[in-house]
Structure formats: C-alpha cells, structure tokens
C-alpha cells in the first residue's frame, strides 16, 4: 500500500518543474542538443561541460539611400517614355544592347509588368 500512496518519480520531476516555472520573472538557461536526427531542449545545468551564452546579432543599421527609379538598369530602361511609340524589334533591341552593358549573360530572362 505505501507504494500506492508515493507519487513517481515523472510526477515528482513535474511538480519540480511546476515550482521552477512558477515565478516568470526568473531567468531560465536551455540549451538545443541534437543527436542524428533528434533534438531536445535542456536545462543548461542538465548539460555536460560547459554552456556559452549566445546573444542575438546586433541591429542592423537602416539601409543606405536607395537610388531613385531603381538605379541604373531601370535608368536605362525608360528610354520607351522618350518616345511615342517603341516597336517589339527596338525593345528587343535595347533590352540587348542593356544586357550587353550591364554584364548579364546568361538566361533566360522573363519580362514583367
């Protein structure tokens, strides 16, 4: 019968866990461990050897000025607003001699709206 009465020892790790947690406040070290294909999340003071702190990256500084209408590519590109009409054969064209200039070989290049 006493062993009836004794709580486990899984239940008794729980309410170790529970009084652990209980305070938010407090600060908690886990650590990732990962062997083959499964991983688990320790307590710091479960894990052999030693745990180093890792902090997040520093913030990134905002980016630099973008250069208006897209740069120089986007720049080159307007040359259809200087003109009234642009025939398929001129874009195509222009798109090459683009393609040339800018040091883009390869492909194969999609057009967007």
Known sequence: ??????????????????????????????TLLC?????????CEDVPGEVVLARGLPPRPPPMAVAPAGGDWNQAWQFHQRKTRCHS?????HAGELIYRFQLPGGPFQQYN
Do not use: H, K
């Not at 054969?89 to 064209?93: G, P």
């Open 1 to 30: 019968m006493a062993a009836c009465a004794s709580t486990t020892p899984l239940q008794q790790r729980w309410e170790e866990a529970e009084a652990e947690c209980g305070e938010a406040r407090e600060d908690a070290c886990v």
């Open 35 to 43: 062997r083959d294909a499964l991983c688990g999340f320790y307590r």
């Open 89 to 93: 054969q001129e874009i195509y064209q």
